[in-house]
């Protein structure tokens, strides 16, 4: 076959720290994909905070060396020794180790395991399903946890309280606040830039805005309580004040650590006010749970909401977009159409 176009990442690594790092986007041959039982002629991918920092070389992504960055693929099937897929079959795949220790979504073409895909529900497009990616799947798998607990929506907004989601302009927080606010919980967002994104979270559900601030600082180890669940993808400080404010009884979400990955929290929310406290690890999330999770959002996603937080970029634009993404001057999802050419997009 011929060549494809793909983002290459080279390190040279000394026990963990990076001594070199490049990335650039370049012609690659078909020897160059690792081995993997289903091929993949790759339409879309997406541009997640992980692979921001991949691209930009910082430790704890890239394991491998050459890598195509990129935890998420949506594509068709051209060849397969799975009997489960077959050609011209529609997928998606969302972590599984591709675009970290496998080459992953940032290239015209993918080979992976056929364990971890997952069909493209027929409701929902390519574009749709790569607008979700990643991020809207750890979101939804948060809300499915939130419902397995008892946070039911007719109840939160009965008490007069509400779910609070962090980090609620990132692609993660964006699709929380649209898939709960569809299913009729009333939200509160979290966001560093309220004047700037209010607008935007509102229009995608949620019911109120707060800065931030009110979160960073080390708190008391019980405050007022606030939250009858929360989606949280910030994690420190953040996560330890969400939990200090959870009401009796409240289920909360980590899924992120954008703050950092220390927890500086006491047992008291646990032991006196029966919070619950659950990690959400879409990497490793069993084939059924990410069909469960599929058929949800295909539900359960309000199409106009999701093309309301979806740019488009091409492969020519990834590692500027990178470099954005880790900035913040990003928000919401950033879809990557590995098929164009800088021009066609605009």
């Given at each position: 076959m011929s060549d494809f176009r793909a983002i290459v990442i080279e390190q040279e690594t000394d026990g963990g720290r990076i001594l070199s790092h490049s990335a650039e986007l370049r012609e690659v041959p078909e020897t160059f994909l690792m081995d993997g039982d289903v091929t993949i002629a790759v339409e879309y991918s997406d541009l997640n905070y992980k692979d921001g920092l991949a691209i930009a070389g910082r430790p704890g992504v890239a394991r491998v060396s050459p890598l195509i960055p990129g935890i998420d693929l949506v594509g068709t099937v051209t060849t397969s020794s799975d009997?489960?897929?077959?050609?011209?079959?529609?997928?998606?795949?969302?972590?599984?180790?591709?675009?970290?220790s496998h080459h992953g979504g940032l290239a015209q073409r993918a080979r992976v395991r056929g364990d971890a895909l997952v069909r493209i529900p027929d409701s929902l497009t390519s574009e749709q399903a790569?607008?979700?990616?990643?991020?809207?799947?750890?979101?939804?798998?948060?809300?499915?946890?939130?419902?397995?607990?008892?946070?039911?929506?007719?109840?939160?907004?009965a008490s007069g309280s509400s779910?609070?989601?962090?980090?609620?302009?990132?692609?993660?927080?964006?699709?929380?606040?649209?898939?709960?606010?569809?299913?009729?919980?009333p939200v509160t967002a979290s966001t560093g830039r309220p004047e700037e994104q209010g607008g935007y979270l509102t229009d995608l559900g949620a019911t109120a805005i707060i800065d931030r601030t009110e979160l960073e600082e080390e708190g008391?180890?019980?405050?007022?309580?606030?939250?009858?669940?929360?989606?949280?993808?910030?994690?420190?400080?953040?996560?330890?004040n969400v939990l200090a404010q959870t009401r009796y009884g409240g289920t909360v979400t980590a899924c992120g650590l954008a703050q950092g990955p220390d927890l500086p929290a006491t047992v008291l929310p646990?032991?006196?006010?029966?919070?619950?406290?659950?990690?959400?690890?879409s990497v490793e999330a069993p084939a059924a749970l990410r069909e469960t999770a599929w058929r949800r959002l295909a539900t359960d996603l309000d199409e106009e909401a999701l093309a309301a937080m979806t740019r488009f970029v091409t492969l020519d634009e990834v590692i500027p977009a990178a470099e954005d993404i880790l900035a913040g001057r990003l928000h919401g999802r950033t879809v990557v159409d590995v098929r164009a050419q800088a021009d066609v997009r605009g």
């Amino acid at each position: 076959m011929s060549d494809f176009r793909a983002i290459v990442i080279e390190q040279e690594t000394d026990g963990g720290r990076i001594l070199s790092h490049s990335a650039e986007l370049r012609e690659v041959p078909e020897t160059f994909l690792m081995d993997g039982d289903v091929t993949i002629a790759v339409e879309y991918s997406d541009l997640n905070y992980k692979d921001g920092l991949a691209i930009a070389g910082r430790p704890g992504v890239a394991r491998v060396s050459p890598l195509i960055p990129g935890i998420d693929l949506v594509g068709t099937v051209t060849t397969s020794s799975d009997p489960r897929w077959r050609e011209g079959d529609r997928v998606v795949l969302n972590g599984d180790g591709i675009g970290e220790s496998h080459h992953g979504g940032l290239a015209q073409r993918a080979r992976v395991r056929g364990d971890a895909l997952v069909r493209i529900p027929d409701s929902l497009t390519s574009e749709q399903a790569a607008a979700i990616g990643t991020a809207g799947f750890t979101a939804m798998l948060s809300v499915l946890a939130l419902e397995r607990n008892g946070v039911d929506p007719a109840e939160v907004a009965a008490s007069g309280s509400s779910v609070l989601v962090t980090g609620a302009a990132g692609g993660v927080g964006s699709v929380a606040i649209a898939v709960l606010a569809k299913l009729g919980y009333p939200v509160t967002a979290s966001t560093g830039r309220p004047e700037e994104q209010g607008g935007y979270l509102t229009d995608l559900g949620a019911t109120a805005i707060i800065d931030r601030t009110e979160l960073e600082e080390e708190g008391r180890p019980l405050q007022s309580q606030r939250w009858a669940g929360a989606v949280d993808a910030v994690g420190s400080r953040t996560l330890a004040n969400v939990l200090a404010q959870t009401r009796y009884g409240g289920t909360v979400t980590a899924c992120g650590l954008a703050q950092g990955p220390d927890l500086p929290a006491t047992v008291l929310p646990f032991i006196l006010r029966g919070v619950s406290l659950i990690g959400i690890n879409s990497v490793e999330a069993p084939a059924a749970l990410r069909e469960t999770a599929w058929r949800r959002l295909a539900t359960d996603l309000d199409e106009e909401a999701l093309a309301a937080m979806t740019r488009f970029v091409t492969l020519d634009e990834v590692i500027p977009a990178a470099e954005d993404i880790l900035a913040g001057r990003l928000h919401g999802r950033t879809v990557v159409d590995v098929r164009a050419q800088a021009d066609v997009r605009g």
